[in-house]
């Protein structure tokens, strides 16, 4: 079975400090990872996905296939970066093409 | 394009009510998804429809749930005789359905749902 965790509910920082959101998954094989991001009173909308390998918005993510990990980061939060931050895996075959997500962080970045 | 959209935005519910949760996808998206966020958890996988076709319900409680997808329409999320534990938020996302690395999800703003 292919799962999700994300072990922070809640994470403050101070604006300009560095931030990171940890995600580690589980799954047989090789997985599609993704962050998402909800701000507040807006939809869940797609942040990043490892294979594109991008930056968005500042934010950063390496999928670290030896810790199962995919942990989101930028070295200078601020305020407008404080919103909900869901991991979500997509496996790559069967019903696993369906997105599991985790639990979120909330993010609160302080002035 | 105004997105996917669903609608009501709040619903409320006596126990052993009908709750029936639209969800209109993108224009030009042929695949529909439904999630659920129960209070302090996250969104949980459902149910996966193309036009006229369940592909996937393997998230979809045994009992009392269904979801359609119409030829023509939006997406209908069914739950009968509904019980204080559905409530939740019900979100819905759409696809393209090209199926590639590039394929992505765009969600609904969701569905508040409340059992009384």
Redesign the interface.
């Given at each position: 079975a292919q799962r999700v965790t994300q072990p922070e509910k809640l994470l403050s920082v101070f604006k300009g400090a560095p931030v990171e959101l940890k995600c580690n998954y589980s799954y047989s094989g090789s997985p599609e990872l993704f962050w998402y991001v909800q701000y507040s009173r807006q939809r869940l909308q797609l942040l990043l996905r490892h294979i594109s390998r991008e930056s968005i918005k500042g934010f950063t993510a390496d999928l670290n296939k030896g810790e199962t990990s995919f942990h989101l980061k930028k070295p200078f939060a601020q305020e407008e970066d404080s919103a909900m931050y869901y991991c979500a895996l997509r496996g790559t075959s069967g019903s696993a093409r369906q997105l599991t997500f985790g639990s979120g962080t909330q993010l609160t970045v302080l002035p | 394009n105004a997105?996917?959209m669903q609608n009501p935005r709040h619903l409320v519910r006596r126990r052993g009510q009908e709750a029936r949760l639209r969800c209109s996808p993108m224009k030009g998206h042929s695949h529909v998804?439904w999630?659920r966020q129960l209070p302090?958890?996250?969104?949980?996988?459902m149910v996966?429809l193309q036009k006229e076709n369940i592909i996937?319900e393997?998230?979809m409680p045994k009992e009392r749930f269904s979801a359609e997808f119409p030829k023509e329409g939006p997406s209908i999320l069914r739950i009968q005789q509904v019980v204080r534990g559905d409530s939740a938020a019900y979100?819905c996302a759409s696809s393209p359905g090209t199926g590639g690395?590039n394929e992505?999800?765009f969600?609904?703003?969701?569905t508040q749902l409340s059992v009384l």
């Open positions: - | 997105g996917v998804y999630y302090e958890e996250g969104l949980k996988f996966y996937d393997s998230g979100f690395l992505k999800l969600f609904g703003s969701g």
